[in-house]
């Protein structure tokens, strides 16, 4: 299975990189301007591209495979932390960077490699989170991160919608709270853990409805 992954030098990213290549699979990952842990990495399947999902790009040249099996759109930022997106502080450079990168950032993916998930009648998995989903936002704030990814659950329904007759299976994912960079190292579970939950999840796309949002644990999310 040829499988790219966005965002891919640490993290969740970096912990699908792990988790597809020990399966044997094609590894194309993405990293913005640091190849961090994907430097450790000792494997001829394993790939890597610079590509910053902020700004619009070109796919051509950039050494994609033809045919791409699976797409996760993993690269995303919180912005400001805390109290940084209060009501009170929230700023429109703010809420205009993390929708930018969050929601953008993935439908810029998918428009440019779309032809290469088609030609594989391959899978396409959209990290959101439940700070996206409006039955879910019972404290309120974060006002540029939650917005952002409510939005991005909105786009990947439309691309699941407009990918099905194409063959294309699109999926959004949340992956509970991970201790990772983005959580300053708190959360509820490891890279691990999540990984290996949204990857069985990815596996069995076909037992969920179209453009589904889907948590680690297998429980649809509603938005
Ligand atoms: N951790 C959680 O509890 C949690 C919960 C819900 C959803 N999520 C979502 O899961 C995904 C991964 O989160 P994480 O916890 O692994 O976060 P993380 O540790 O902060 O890693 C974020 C990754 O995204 C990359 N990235 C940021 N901006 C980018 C850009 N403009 N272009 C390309 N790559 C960019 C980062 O690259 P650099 O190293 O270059 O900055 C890094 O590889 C995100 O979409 C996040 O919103 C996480």
Known sequence: MNVVITGANRGLGLGFVQHY????????????????????????????????VSQDFDADGL????????????????????????????????MLDVFNVDCLGPLRVVQQLRKQVIKAKGTIANLSSKMGSSEDNTSGGAYAYRAAKAALVIVSKSMAVD?????????TLHPGWVTTDMTHQTGLIDVATSVAGMTNVIANVDQYDLGAFVAFDGQVVPF
């Open 163 to 171: 990918l099905e007759p194409l063959g294309v299976e699109v999926i």
């Open 21 to 52: 290549l020990t399966l044997g699979h094609e590894v194309w990952a993405c990293y913005r301007s640091d190849l961090a842990g994907l430097a450790t990495i000792q494997s001829d399947k394993l790939h890597t591209i610079a590509l910053d």
């Open 63 to 94: 050494g994609f495979p033809n045919s791409i099996d699976l797409l996760i759109n993993n690269a995303g930022i919180y912005g400001p932390y805390k109290n940084g997106q209060s009501l009170d502080k929230i700023t429109s450079e703010a």
